[in-house]
């Protein structure tokens, strides 16, 4: 199975500052079609999870540009610019280039 | 406007059975992949499992599978999870979730809660 491992487990970020928070998989999500099966979710307090970022970098329908995602390979970055309470909640990374599609352990963002 | 909702979940003893429902409505059921994925108590998420729009492909979780069964009916815009021997590690809110391969699993239900004690 593909190990998915994001980093910090927590951030506290005061708002309006950025954050960043990295997830790392065990094996290239890079499929041979030259896809990327990488997406990152948020999961606000007692609320189903929401699709932010899909294939690395593609932001989702309806999510503010404040998000950005970026890497490559095994190793990637979700950018959050100018934190704002709505923001508050737990991101999932998550592969899909082999089944069992597996997530990371998620981060928690507070604010300061 | 999609929606995704979930149904049949409960506290049922260890070695039970229990059916879980999810109908969909808001988009064409038939022209999508879906998907359970599960969140125990205070945890992170896990896939469970998935199956085609048509039902030609279905994949589990190993952690599920011979025990878990997933189907639909696109008839009735219905996804299913047959859960058979439960154990206590199977408490959890179990969520569907619509499936498409560009952007993942970009629709999800509110979840339905299961828990497996005596």
């Known amino acids: 199975d593909i190990m998915m491992t994001q980093s910090p487990l927590s951030v506290a970020v005061t708002p309006g500052e950025s954050a960043s928070i990295s997830c790392r998989s065990s094996k290239s999500l890079l499929h041979s079609n030259g896809i990327t099966y990488l997406s990152w979710y948020l999961q606000r307090p007692e609320k189903s999870p929401q699709l932010l970022i899909y294939?690395?970098?593609n932001l989702a329908s309806g999510v503010s540009d404040r998000f950005s995602g970026s890497g490559s390979g095994t190793d990637f970055t979700l950018k959050i610019s100018k934190v704002e309470t709505e923001d508050v909640g737990i991101y999932y990374c998550?592969?899909?280039?082999?089944?069992?599609?597996?997530f990371g352990g998620g981060t928690k963002l507070e604010l300061k | 406007e999609v929606q995704l909702v979930e149904s049949g979940g409960g506290l049922v003893q260890p070695g039970r059975s229990l059916k879980l429902s999810c109908v969909a409505s808001g988009f064409t059921f038939s022209n999508y992949g879906m998907n359970w994925i599960r969140q125990a108590p205070g945890k992170g998420l896990e896939w469970v499992a998935y199956?085609?729009?048509?039902?030609?492909?279905?994949y589990y979780a190993e952690t599920v599978k011979g025990r878990f069964t997933i189907s639909r009916d696109n008839a009735k815009n219905t996804l299913y999870l047959q859960m058979t021997s439960l154990r206590s590690e199977d408490t959890a809110l179990y969520y569907c979730a619509r499936f498409s391969w560009e952007p993942g699993f970009d629709y999800w239900g509110q979840g339905v809660m299961v828990t497996v004690s005596s």
């Open positions: 998550v592969q899909f280039l082999e089944v069992p599609w597996t």
């Open positions: 294939q690395i970098s």
């Open positions: 199956i085609s729009s048509g039902s030609s492909y279905i």
